[in-house]
């Protein structure tokens, strides 16, 4: 029987999960911290918060917006895999992060009510959902008025040489990185298909105002091998 798109991500995240941490680094010579980094400063998350990181994985990201709203503020990160939510309650409870939760959710049905978050983010896991409009247009829900919605994801490089060469590295190269480093190429040869057909940055921009976002910021990575799309919800 043919597995659907949501029942092959979660396979693939279930069974890769003690080593996601340190694959994403290797894939991404470790630039994913920087590209995160950066991406939070646009953002300005301001202390007392609450924010919501979808897709949150192992629980980086939820981590970092732990940080940045303090213990005034709130943080929920949701997964559909209860095995990465394992390893990001470890590293919550290692950060000592009482104002920090995890729950196990599925992105295209956000369990939260209307207008509950000031920012909402999701990285790297947009391209792994089965209706990436239906994902934005939840987080557009659950956002309040004047709030922030924010994708750090991975996209595809215009300039013509360097495209090629992204195109080789994600097609032939990651897979063998995955079997060596975390014993799955099946697995890894999954996520550059999933990167492969995800919308280019000028759609996704395009996806996030069809969704109802004002203002929405665009913001390359290295050369276009990752990208940070940021919109806000309108106040009428």
């Not at 949501?6 to 994913?32: A, G, L, P, W």
């Not at 999701?122 to 959902?129: P, S, T």
């Not at 994801?153 to 060469?165: D, H």
Request: aromatic letters at 12%; a positive charge.
């Amino acid at each position: 029987m043919t597995q659907t798109k949501e029942e092959r991500v979660h396979q693939v995240f279930e069974s890769i999960y003690k080593r996601y941490d340190m694959m994403n680094s290797v894939i991404s010579f470790q630039r994913h911290k920087a590209w995160r980094k950066d991406t939070m400063k646009r953002m300005n998350v301001q202390p007392g918060d609450h924010a919501l990181d979808v897709c949150c994985g192992t629980a980086d990201w939820t981590i970092a917006l732990g940080e940045a709203v303090g213990p005034n503020g709130k943080v929920e990160g949701l997964d559909f895999s209860k095995n990465m939510l394992l390893i990001g309650e470890e590293k919550v409870k290692e950060h000592k992060m009482k104002h920090v939760s995890l729950r196990h959710g599925n992105a295209m049905e956000l369990p939260y009510a209307d207008e509950t978050f000031d920012v909402v983010t999701i990285g790297f896991g947009l391209r792994n959902v089965p209706d990436y409009m239906q994902v934005l247009k939840e987080m557009h829900r659950v956002v309040k008025k004047g709030g922030k919605v924010v994708c750090l994801e991975t996209s595809q490089p215009t300039i013509p040489v360097f495209k090629n060469l992204y195109f080789f590295y994600f097609r032939r190269v990651m897979p063998v990185f995955g079997k060596v480093f975390a014993k799955s190429y099946d697995e890894y040869s999954w996520l550059q298909e999933s990167t492969m057909s995800f919308p280019n940055r000028e759609k996704l921009a395009e996806m996030f105002r069809e969704a109802g976002f004002e203002r929405v910021d665009v913001k390359p990575y290295s050369g276009g091998v990752a990208c940070m799309h940021l919109g806000v919800k309108g106040k009428n």
